[in-house]
């Protein structure tokens, strides 16, 4: 299983927080907007067929859903499953989810969406680019695919696991291995390898004074890539 089972219980012990705002989650919750809307500008959701890798409790899954996807969000962590079934039944937004690899799923699903996401978890598994893989299985020709991770340099260690795990505490300790990131170049070559087409790169950052997220072109710490599966 491409699981790190450290990582499953990490983020399972934390899962009943997944929706408050105020938690561990609150940087998920202040750039997902960003991330939906990036998503949407280049692949308009509405009456798309989408499905969302390592979706967690769900809420870039709901939002997309809002936006008038049929939405499928996958992951191998139960509790976070569970409070995103929960969370979509009180809401009244409708995801499928399901407790499955994106390995088995792709083998189960192949060509099935327009629309595959994947963010926030390439630096969290064992073989990314197996992941990278599945995503491209997943999606139909001419459909689209969305990553988001972080590089893999000095910045990235000082703003991402210093400054957001010990200093400013955003992120409880220990969220992030650095040895996983994963460099623009690596990522580009996992999408080519996979078959798909890198369309293009945008970086988000963090201002503390204002504490506020915003997309910008630096993708030296987080960054989302945009690959599109060639119609042949």
């Keep these: 299983m491409n699981a790190d089972p450290l990582e499953l219980q990490k983020f399972s012990e934390l899962a009943h927080r997944w929706w408050d705002p105020t938690s561990e989650f609150r940087p998920l919750h202040e750039i ?7 998503i949407n500008a280049r692949a308009p959701l509405a009456g798309k067929n989408v499905i969302d890798i390592g979706c967690g409790g769900g809420i870039l899954s ?7 996807a049929t939405v499928t969000g996958i992951d191998l962590g139960e509790k976070a499953l569970k409070v995103a079934d929960l969370h979509s039944l009180e809401s009244g937004v409708q995801v499928r989810y399901k407790l499955i690899a994106a ?15 994947c963010m926030e978890m390439l630096e969290h598994v064992p073989d990314p680019a197996a992941i990278v893989r599945a995503c491209a299985a997943l999606v139909k020709p001419g459909g689209q695919v ?7 340099n000095p ?9 957001a795990e010990y200093i400013l505490r955003m992120l409880p300790k220990g969220t992030h291995d650095y040895e996983k990131f994963i460099t623009p170049s ?11 087409e890198v369309q293009g790169f945008k970086g988000m950052g963090y201002n503390p004074l204002t504490k506020i997220y915003s997309l910008n072109d630096d993708t030296s710490v987080n960054y989302l890539v945009a690959a599109r599966r060639p119609l042949a």
């Design 146 to 152: 969305f990553f988001s991770t972080l590089n893999r």
């Design 103 to 117: 390995e088995d799923m792709a083998a189960q699903e192949a060509g099935q969406y327009d629309v595959v996401t």
């Design 32 to 38: 997902n907007p960003l991330r939906l809307e990036w």
């Design 62 to 68: 709901e939002s997309m859903a809002r936006k008038g």
């Design 155 to 163: 910045k990235s260690y000082l703003f991402a696991v210093i400054g």
């Design 186 to 196: 690596e990522l580009s070559q996992f999408i080519r390898s996979a078959g798909l």
